[in-house]
């Protein structure tokens, strides 16, 4: 009898020692570790091309620090330029909570949780700033690389330093620097995945709303809407629900034309446009075009242009250009690098699209080839690109083929089938630069891979790298190219 009481006892003390080691794993709890050294400094303006090679997307932030997102953790590390991911600065984790979306506004790193909780964090230090509650948010859907939780946050957006919430029919507007709950409006369904202007205004598909006041906003044309050259917030240009495009840097939005194309673009206040292959579009009378028919401009300070010994230059049959590869300051140009001789073979374009003939040149249907969200770029590449004002006037063509990336401030970023990054000028169409695509210091890295998701800001350029025939589902285990799938460029000026 004393056996079998001792046993029930030894029973019963190790099912609580489980129990209470469970909790303490399992229960719900809030984990923050802050940076114990100095700020990372500004990056160099020297050290120029791929400079990183990742396993998971970055958000900069201030310029010096790289933010990523995990399922229950958001964390920073620094220099912005580092190769790989280095330990983290700072890290802040909830647990079972999960990691909905990720802002930053200036140093302030903003962060939804699925309970809805609303968490700021200093960029620099990772001391929590502020914590609000909001309305509840769906799950981590990052995938892998966690790029979607950070380049296209949902249910997240700035504007006027104004953080907007929405979750299903409630349109939210926080005081991004303090958290305090500013406005909360009530709006009809289809609402949430807007975006808001740098006219301070936000646009979904059923409405339009001041995002400093949350009121509704009369006198604009209907929508849906859809954001132009831009990924979700502070954008610059709109289309409608026809198809017509305008300008929205300011409060009133103004008409251009040029960005009725649906393969059109803006990047610096000009159009750019991705000429589809069954349209002609010759050059504008008097305007000569870039350099990619004619000379090499020249490298940025400290820059080496030259070609590894034994790499092709040469674009595809048909295509002219004459720029090097810009090679990143500090690496060998020789022939050990291990560039593979010449550019994997790509598809250029297996998709016929048939454009009737009352189409301006460069255009196609809406229906046909719809707009494409800036970071989510059009799987066709395209024979040449053209630059205009937003009223239509021709500034100049350069040629293909290639996929327009977007850009930044005076540079208009284009990828080629061989994964070759070209900065086009955004004012004259001429080549500022050409560089592969690979990560230099690995010799057997290769160019012989898909783009997925990428997110152009405070110039860098970050691009996840798909395997050539990956699958439509991001979980499957081929989808990325390899572990490390994520490049980060650091853009000449």
């Known amino acids: 009898m004393t056996r079998v009481l001792l046993r029930i006892m030894a029973a019963a003390l190790l099912l609580a020692v489980s129990g209470l080691i469970g909790w303490r794993v399992l229960a719900p709890a809030e984990l923050s570790a802050s940076a114990t050294t100095p700020n990372p400094p500004t990056p160099s303006t020297k050290l120029l091309g791929v400079t990183s090679r990742l396993n998971v997307a970055p958000l900069i932030v201030d310029g010096t620090v790289r933010v990523y997102a995990a399922k229950h953790q958001v964390r920073a590390d620094g220099p912005v330029t580092a190769r790989a991911v280095y ?3 700072w890290s802040f984790r909830r647990w079972p909570e999960q990691l909905s979306a990720v802002v930053a506004s200036g140093t302030t790193v903003i962060t939804r949780w699925s309970d809805g909780k609303l968490v700021a964090i200093d960029a620099r230090t990772g001391e929590v700033r502020w914590r609000a509650d909001g309305p509840e948010a769906p799950g981590f859907a990052g995938h892998r690389t966690g790029a979607a939780t950070v380049w296209d946050p949902p249910g997240l957006r700035l504007a006027a330093g104004t953080l907007l919430v929405t979750e299903g029919q409630t349109l939210s507007g926080y005081a991004a620097s303090t958290g305090q709950s500013i406005w909360t409006a ?12 740098s006219g301070d205004a936000y646009l979904c598909a059923t409405g339009v709303y001041d995002a400093t006041t949350g009121a509704a906003l009369t006198g604009w044309p209907a929508g849906p809407y859809r954001p132009v050259g831009c990924g979700t917030s502070n954008c610059d240009a709109f289309r409608d629900g026809a198809g017509r495009g305008w300008l929205a840097t300011t409060a009133v939005p103004r008409r251009a034309p040029a960005l009725d194309d649906p393969l059109a673009t803006i990047v610096g206040g000009i159009v750019i446009t991705a000429v589809h292959p069954d349209v002609s579009l010759p050059p504008p009378p008097g305007v000569t075009p870039g350099p990619v028919s004619g000379s090499s401009p020249s490298a940025p300070a400290g820059v080496t242009t030259s070609a590894p010994a034994g790499v092709t230059t040469s674009a595809p ?14 690496i060998t140009s020789s022939a050990s690098a291990g560039v593979p001789p010449s550019a994997p073979a790509v ?8 454009v009737p003939p009352s189409v301006p040149a460069g255009a196609a249907p809406a229906d046909v080839l719809p707009s494409v969200p800036a970071g989510m770029s059009p799987s066709a590449f395209f024979p040449a690109v053209a630059g205009r004002t937003v009223d239509g006037a021709p500034l100049w063509t350069t040629s293909g083929p290639v996929r327009v990336l977007g850009g930044e401030s005076e540079t208009v970023l284009l990828l080629t089938p061989e994964n070759m990054l070209r900065g086009v000028d955004v004012r004259t169409g001429d080549l500022k630069y050409s560089m592969p695509l690979r990560f230099w210091p690995d010799r057997e890295d290769t160019l012989d891979w898909k783009p997925g998701l990428y997110q152009v800001t405070d110039g860098f350029l970050a691009i996840e790298r798909l395997n050539p025939d990956a699958p439509d589902d991001p979980e499957s285990p081929i989808y990325y190219l390899a572990t490390d799938a994520v490049l980060l460029i650091a853009l000449p000026d």
Not at 188 to 195: I, K
Not at 317 to 330: D, F, K, R, Y
Not at 347 to 354: C, F, G, K, M, P
């Open 87 to 89: 330990t983290a600065r």
């Open 186 to 197: 009530t709006v009809p369904a289809g609402c949430v995945d807007g975006f808001t202007t």
């Open 317 to 330: 049959a048909g295509v002219t250009t004459s720029a090097p590869p810009l090679i990143p300051a500090g």
């Open 347 to 354: 598809a250029v374009l297996t998709d016929s699209i048939a």
